[in-house]
């Protein structure tokens, strides 16, 4: 994760530790991971320029989860083909769909389902697919539970914001 290095013509410059220097090798010797979660921040640009006191999360631009192993792959497919989804969902069954994108709308709008398909013990999704499935559930709920409960209570009131517009599509469609 970067931090913030108060530096630079906008008082404000990301910079970050952990790397990984060879990817291939990287993903050869860590074979177990269920998938990647890519971040893209943007700093020192004429659009970056932010508060006086900027968050990490102010630069991010892009998220995505990519690099899906074979086994979440299948655990996505046994979740779409058991929930009811009422939004539409990446297809999974189809090996050209390797990256998912932040928001992630298609589970925001399931989740209640999924998570009685996760949590349900008589659930029929497989016990090995439920762990990846429960891995990228526990990374929501880290990265995006503040986002989606300011979402839910603006939509309890018949609100949205600008910023969570995006929120009641899904594609072209209308969701809620």
């Not at 046994?78 to 990256?99: I, M, T």
């Not at 996760?118 to 929501?140: C, G």
Request: hydrophobic share 40%; proline share 4%.
């Amino acid at each position: 994760m970067p931090c913030i290095v108060n530096s630079g013509s906008y008082r404000a410059h990301l910079g970050g530790s952990d790397k990984i220097h060879n990817f291939e090798s990287h993903l050869e010797r860590n074979k177990e991971m269920t998938f990647l979660v890519f971040r893209e921040f943007e700093c020192c640009s004429r659009g970056s320029q932010h508060s006086t006191k900027p968050q990490v999360n102010d630069f991010l631009v892009k998220e995505y989860v990519s690099n899906i192993s074979k086994e979440f792959r299948q655990a996505l497919i046994e979740l779409c083909n058991l929930a009811p989804f009422r939004a539409p969902h990446p297809d999974f069954a189809d090996h050209k769909v390797n990256q998912v994108h932040y928001p992630y709308l298609w589970w925001f709008h399931a989740r209640s389902s999924i998570q009685e398909s996760i949590q349900d013990k008589e659930t029929l999704i497989n016990p090995k697919s439920l762990i990846h499935l429960r891995i990228f559930q526990k990374y929501l709920d880290a990265h995006l539970s503040d986002e989606w409960a300011a979402i839910d209570l603006l939509l309890s009131t018949g609100y949205i914001t600008a910023k969570y517009i995006r929120y009641l599509f899904v594609g072209a469609n209308l969701t809620i």
